[in-house]
């Protein structure tokens, strides 16, 4: 059975501060995508990493994926309030399997 | 921009009762997904749906759900007769190859009473 885990489940930062979020998976899939939600919303796409080294970067997110290691990363730098929602990142065995997700608050 | 549209974006249901949650997936596309999300959860696979038939089901999806795909443009997930706790809002996913992003519709939110 596929399984993904990820940490922190909370993370509280500070506004300007850089901090990773951790996505661990037990599948050999090459595939790894992050996904946002806010608050009451859909999820919203943020990334597609289709291969091992895969490193893609949008404003202030950027991540990376290491299939050897069943580990992607999604790097905050100098966090804004407006980067506040919960991040998921999701592995692809037979279908999209999601992590717990990392409910990130950026405080002032 | 093409998306995936749902409705309701709420529905309210006695418990037993039978609903039907509808979805027009990206016209494209030819795999679709249910996904559900209880409260401040975790995102749960129900089931995928490809070439007019579930490719895959989860343990959540039992005799009481089923899909269909009755026109070539919607896709419905049915629960037969509601419990509490099938209160959860459902997400429809498309993607226009397998393995590949998948797009989300903005969900309906069930409540059972």
């Known amino acids: 059975e596929l399984k993904v885990e990820q940490n922190p489940l909370f993370l509280s930062m500070q506004e300007g501060k850089n901090y990773t979020i951790y996505c661990n998976y037990s599948t050999t899939s090459d595939r790894l995508y992050w996904y946002r939600q806010d608050p009451g919303k859909s999820l919203e796409s943020l990334f597609v990493?289709?291969?091992?080294?895969a490193v893609k970067q949008e404003g202030r997110l950027m991540a990376s994926l290491d299939t050897k290691a069943r580990l992607s990363t999604l790097h905050i730098t100098a966090a804004v309030h407006d980067l506040s929602a919960t991040y998921f990142c999701?592995?692809?065995?037979?279908?999209?399997?999601f992590g717990p997700g990392t409910r990130l608050s950026v405080l002032p | 921009e093409p998306e995936v549209t749902q409705t309701p974006s709420h529905q309210v249901t006695q418990m037993g009762q039978e609903v039907i949650l509808r979805c027009v997936p990206i016209s494209n596309h030819l795999y679709f997904y249910w996904y559900r999300q209880i409260l401040g959860q975790k995102v749960e696979f129900l089931v995928s749906f490809y070439n007019n038939e579930i490719s895959e089901k989860s343990e959540i999806f039992d005799d009481q759900f089923s899909v269909e795909r009755p026109d070539g443009s919607n896709f419905t997930l049915k629960i037969r007769s509601t419990k509490l706790e099938d209160s959860a809002m459902y997400f429809c996913a498309s993607t226009g190859q397998r393995n590949t992003e998948a797009f989300f519709g903005q969900g309906t939110r069930l409540t059972v009473v």
């Open positions: 999701a592995s692809d065995g037979q279908n999209f399997v």
């Open positions: 990493l289709l291969s091992n080294g």
